[in-house]
Every structure is written in structure tokens, then in C-alpha cells.
């Protein structure tokens, strides 16, 4: 039996499923302090923009990750200036970042469409080495793959086990209670926003700057909508969204692989997998997922008064 | 006399009231464009000379006012489609979902039967609109009422499944000879008919009509009280008596057959044939319309047609000025941002 293109699929899910969990992490954060920001798709675009373009110009990936952190939060804090200090609705408000990312990271990735960038070093895994170059080829990550893991263990950490996440998760139960225990919620979600938009923008950059290696109108094509449905399929939990984002674009990876190997299935109707699939997790785990959503996700805090 | 006196204060300050709000809606109109502004600069174009361009192309000749109509036409219906199942509660984001299945399955009538005359296909194309859309609705309506899934997380999912459907047909049985992104050509007795010879087509009346009906039902009949009830307080309504998940399975159906309308008025009417991924967020505007006007109908009205002024001009920018398509997103978006944040001062101390 030949092993190549099932690890094959295995490597390309995890390079495609970086972004993916970097992004449901961010999302994770956003939800489990109250706000749904289903506007994902216009930050990535945003910080895939931007980066790619940083990255064009000093030639140095580095900074163009940097720059995608960066400008992931900032876009986050007009969200939150909106959600959050001017107290609008959240959904209309996420689908109008949304818009405003399409629009502005059309603009600044204009020049760039087409461009050839340094992309980040692969690093090989020690031990897997030894494996003939053609296997060990699969297996040689970048530092944002190789991260991802350990920032996604981290969140989990920050969110369950220290005080701030204690708050935060507080404020997305109940604001006025944790108003009540002496929190402040608008700052609490004002900080989840930008953490959680700087994780969008460290899974935008890799989109771009590490793994697809260009930049293209709309390149995102729905992963901020797929991250937050893999919040859901995950009951909020960083840990869990591990496994949701490696096993969604491991069935990405695996319609790839179909295709390779002359299966005649319409590529559109195999690009409808993954939803269908989230949908029906979603259908399964309905009944118990009330009791995972954080209890005032979506509300708007009006304040003290 | 006091009766009398006590009317003219009311009408003086109803009075107060239109100006005041006609001053802030100036001052926003002067924020956006300031901003949108700056953009332009940044990217190298005269502000003024684009915004004279855009006001020349909208609303100062016939013709820019009639784009302006078609434009309007779509996101006013899929506007309508949020706003019935809003009234009872009810998130529908999948507007672009239901525009694309009611598009499909009219143009499966179009191609199918195009032999038929114009008064028998035209209706059957829109009728296979609204099924399309209001199946596709079905889905998230029907999982809403079993309490298994959120409406709002349902529709944004089926809303990417839809395009790609609508590919696969299009793509894979009816493309036209020529190119595959597209299907042939409708025949003329596909065509929803034009009108005051401009490219506004029948479905602004479809639009009125709708608009029409809504503002009927949800301000003089049972079934409006009853939606209203149960989009004030779901359980008291359900205390009430009244079936909550029949109202809001039906009620989504409706609201996707709406978005089906609009979706088989457009390839019927302003496309005359089906192109993969035609519809570049209608559905989307359609809500974003719906939720600013808080689903009052006349603000839906008033509200669509601002929008798409926006659309018009920045289409036109596209056009003269080489900015991207995407900017007139910009455009959209600054509008928004400032009407989510002022709003709290136009609506007091609602909520």
C-alpha cells in the first residue's frame, strides 16, 4: 500500500488547518466574552492584505506576520468601539467590518496580486529526518504551524486558569454580574477583542504569507464563516477546536485527494462537504449545546446605570 | 381649546422632531463623505471630482436615476425577507442562500419549459423562485422550531452551500455553448418585461407590491399582532397560546421565498440569464437595509434607495477612476459605522 497521499492529506490538512485554528481560537475568545463577531472573513482579509503586502515590500515575512497581528486588532477595536463603547448590534455591526474588510483589503492588496514574496523557513521535525525526502518534505513546518498547538494549549490556559480568563468568561455569561464582582466588562471585551483579532491575524498571515504564498481578492472564500461554526462544533473550548479545525480540513484535504485520483464528483458539490458536514454535527449536537454557549453571547452590555 | 392647543404642540414638536433627525441624518451623510474622502485621497483621486461624478451618474439624469431603481430593486426585496422573520424573532443572514436556490430553480423553469408563452412562464419562473427560496429556508426554520440549531448560524452556513449548488448546475448541465459560467441566454418570453424604456424591469412593482403587502399584514392583521407578539416575548405569546413553532417555521418560508423572488427577478429580469455567483452579497445589503431601518417599511424603502445611490456611484468609480469594485464596500461599510454609532442618540433611551 502506498502511504503518500494519505499522509499527504494529512500534511496538507495541517498546513490548511493552521489558519483555520488560529482563527477559531481568536473566535473563541470573541464568543466565550459575549460577542459574536461573525465578521472574521473581512479581518482575515484585512491582515492577509496587509501582511502580504508588508511582507512585498521589506521582503521580510516577519514582519508582514507582524503587521497582519497587528491590523487584526486594530480592525477588532473598531469593532469594538461599535459593539462595545457604542453599544450597536453585533450582528449588523460584524457584517458591516465584513464589508469594510472586502473593500479595504481589495485596495491594499491591489498592487500586490501577483507578487512574489520570501515566505517563512520550513523547519524539519527532528527524527523524521531520516524519512526518504519525499516523505520528510511533508513534514517540514513553518514557526506558525509548529505554534499553533502550543498558542491553542495556551488559550486554554488563559481562558480556564487565570483570573483574567475567569472574567472574561464571566462577562460572556453574565455582564452585569461580573460588573457586580467589581469587573469591567467593556474593557474585559475590549481585550478579548484584540487578542482574539491578533490570532485572526496571526491565522490570516499564514493563510497567506506561509501557505498559499499570494494574494488574491476574497482568497479567503468563507473560512471566517467556518470558524464560527467550529466554535460551535467545539462547545467553546480551545482544545476541542484542535481537533474540529484538523478533522475540517482533513475533509477538505481528503475531497482534494478524490479528485486527484479521478473519483467524477462535481468539485462544487465536494466544496459544499465541509458546511454540510458542520451542519449536521451541529443538528447532532443540538440538544446539548445550549448548555456550552456562553449565556449572554450576542447581548449588548448597556452599562451600569 | 385646550384640545386644539394640545394638537398644534404635538404637531410643533412632531415638527421639531423631522428636523432635528433630518440635521443628524445630514451630519452623517457629511461624516461618511468626509471619510470615504480621505480614502480616495490616499489612493490617489480628487474626492470632489468623484463625488460630483457620482452625483451626475445617480440622481442628476434620467438615466442614472433609473440605475438607481434597479439597483434598489433586489436589496429592497431581500431586505423584505429579513424583515418578516425578524418581526417574529427570527435572524435570517441566509438572504443570499435563498436569492441563489430561487434563481436556480427559476432558471431550471426557464430552460426547461421555454416554449411556453411569456404569461404562463413568467409566473411559473417566479412561483419556482419563491420554492426554491422558501425550501431553502425550510432547513433553518425547521431545525429553529425542533430547538436544534441556531437560525442565525444555520442560514450563514447554508448561505456558502447555495453558490456552489448553483455552480454545480450551471457549470456542469447548463452552460451555454460558449462559456461555462453561464447558461444561454433566456428566450424573450423568459424575460420579465422593461419598463419607461430604461433596464428597470416588472420586479419593482414585485418590490412596491411586497412592501405592500408587509406593511398590510404587520400593521392591520391577526397574523402581524401575532408576529409581533411573539417576536416581543416568546413566552408569553406561548402562554398565549399562540404555536410558536408554526409561526416561525412558516414564517421563514415566507421570508426565503421573498429572497426567491428577488432571485428569479433577477435572472429573469436584469440578467436574463444565470452566471455563476451573480450576486455579490444582495442578500447581505438586504439585511444590513432591514436592520437599519429597524424593519419599518418606509425605512426599508428610504433605505434601500440610499444604498443604492452608493452602489450606483461606486460602480460608476469603478468605471472612471480604475478603483476597485470592492471600495464601494467601503463605502457601504463607512455608512454603516456611522449609523451603528450614533445610533443610540437617535433612538434616546430605546434599546
Known amino acids: 500500500m502506498n502511504w503518500l497521499p494519505i499522509l499527504g492529506v494529512f500534511s496538507s490538512a495541517i498546513f490548511s488547518g493552521t489558519s483555520l485554528l488560529y482563527t477559531t481560537l481568536g473566535e473563541t475568545i470573541h464568543q466565550r466574552s459575549g460577542i459574536v463577531n461573525l465578521g472574521l472573513e473581512g479581518i482575515l482579509l484585512v491582515s492577509a492584505s496587509s501582511g502580504f503586502a508588508v511582507t512585498v515590500i521589506s521582503g521580510n515575512p516577519y514582519l508582514g506576520v507582524l503587521t497582519a497581528m497587528i491590523m487584526g486588532g486594530v480592525m477588532n477595536m473598531v469593532m469594538g468601539f461599535l459593539v462595545v463603547t457604542r453599544r450597536a448590534n453585533q450582528l449588523a455591526s460584524v457584517l458591516a467590518l465584513m464589508f469594510f474588510g472586502f473593500g479595504l483589503s481589495a485596495i491594499i492588496g491591489k498592487p500586490y496580486v501577483g507578487a512574489k514574496i520570501n515566505t517563512l523557513p520550513k523547519l524539519s521535525i527532528p527524527g523524521l529526518s531520516s524519512l526518504p525526502l519525499l516523505y520528510s518534505s511533508l513534514f517540514k513546518f513553518d514557526f506558525l504551524i509548529i505554534l499553533v498547538i502550543p498558542i491553542a494549549i495556551f488559550v486554554w490556559w488563559l481562558l480556564f486558569k487565570t483570573r483574567w480568563g475567569l472574567g472574561l468568561r464571566a462577562v460572556g455569561e453574565s455582564a452585569d454580574t461580573a460588573f457586580a464582582s467589581g469587573r469591567n466588562p467593556f474593557l474585559i471585551r475590549y481585550q478579548a477583542l484584540f487578542l482574539g483579532g491578533m490570532l485572526t491575524g496571526l491565522g490570516a498571515a499564514h493563510l497567506s504569507i506561509a501557505y498559499t504564498m499570494r494574494w488574491s481578492e476574497y482568497m479567503t472564500s468563507g473560512k471566517g464563516f467556518i470558524a464560527v461554526a467550529l466554535v460551535i462544533f467545539s462547545k467553546w473550548h480551545p482544545l476541542r477546536a484542535i481537533v474540529g479545525a484538523l478533522l475540517f480540513s482533513g475533509a477538505v484535504a481528503f475531497q482534494l485527494l478524490l479528485q486527484s485520483s479521478g473519483v467524477q464528483i462535481s468539485p462544487f458539490l465536494l466544496d459544499t462537504i465541509p458546511y454540510i458536514l458542520t451542519l449536521t454535527v451541529l443538528i447532532a449536537w443540538g440538544g446539548t449545546r445550549k448548555h456550552a454557549a456562553p449565556a449572554s453571547l450576542g447581548r449588548v452590555y448597556q452599562g451600569s446605570e | ?351
Not at chain 2, 425578524?86 to 434563481?103: D, F, K, T
Not at chain 2, 436544534?148 to 452552460?175: D, K, M, Q
Open chain 2, 1 to 351: 381649546m385646550l384640545h386644539k392647543d394640545n394638537h398644534k404642540k404635538q404637531r410643533n414638536q412632531a415638527v421639531k422632531k423631522i428636523l432635528g433627525s433630518t440635521a443628524r441624518y445630514l451630519m452623517m451623510v457629511l461624516i461618511v463623505l468626509l471619510l470615504f474622502g480621505i480614502i480616495l485621497l490616499i489612493s490617489g483621486k480628487d474626492p470632489i471630482q468623484s463625488y460630483k461624478d457620482i452625483f451626475t451618474a445617480t440622481l442628476g439624469s434620467a438615466y442614472g436615476f433609473s440605475e438607481v431603481i434597479v439597483a434598489m430593486t433586489p436589496i429592497l426585496i431581500t431586505a423584505l425577507a429579513v424583515a418578516l422573520p425578524s418581526r417574529v424573532g427570527l435572524i435570517n443572514v441566509g438572504g443570499e442562500g435563498q436569492l441563489y436556490m430561487g434563481a436556480c430553480l427559476a432558471t431550471w423553469g426557464a430552460l426547461t419549459f421555454d416554449t411556453l408563452p411569456a404569461w404562463a412562464l413568467l409566473p411559473l419562473m417566479i412561483l419556482l423562485g419563491m420554492i426554491g427560496g422558501g425550501l431553502w429556508a425550510f432547513i433553518p426554520g425547521y431545525l429553529k422550531s425542533l430547538g436544534l440549531v441556531n437560525e442565525t448560524i444555520t442560514t450563514l452556513l447554508l448561505n456558502s452551500v447555495a453558490p456552489s449548488i448553483v455552480s454545480f448546475f450551471v457549470y456542469g448541465f447548463w452552460h451555454s455553448p460558449m462559456e461555462t459560467n453561464k447558461t444561454p441566454n433566456f428566450v424573450p418570453a423568459a424575460r420579465l418585461p422593461t419598463l419607461f424604456n430604461s433596464r428597470i424591469d416588472l420586479s419593482l412593482f414585485f418590490a412596491i407590491f411586497l412592501l405592500a403587502i408587509f406593511w398590510y399584514v404587520m400593521r392591520s392583521t391577526r397574523w402581524g399582532l401575532e408576529m409581533r407578539a411573539i417576536g416581543g416575548n416568546p413566552q408569553a405569546a406561548k402562554r398565549n397560546g399562540l404555536p410558536l413553532n408554526k409561526y416561525w417555521v412558516v414564517v421563514m418560508c415566507v421570508g426565503g421565498a421573498i429572497a426567491g423572488i428577488a432571485g428569479a427577478s433577477q435572472v429573469s429580469g436584469y440578467y436574463g440569464v444565470l452566471v455563476a455567483g451573480f450576486s455579490r452579497g444582495l442578500g447581505y445589503m438586504g439585511f444590513l437595509i432591514s436592520w437599519m431601518s429597524f424593519g419599518d417599511p418606509i425605512g426599508i424603502f428610504v433605505t434601500s434607495f440610499i444604498v443604492s445611490i452608493i452602489v450606483t456611484g461606486g460602480n460608476l468609480l469603478q468605471l472612471t477612476s480604475g478603483i476597485p469594485y470592492a471600495v464601494i464596500n467601503i463605502l457601504l461599510a463607512l455608512t454603516l459605522f456611522v449609523v451603528l454609532a450614533r445610533l443610540k442618540i437617535f433612538e434616546g433611551k430605546k434599546t
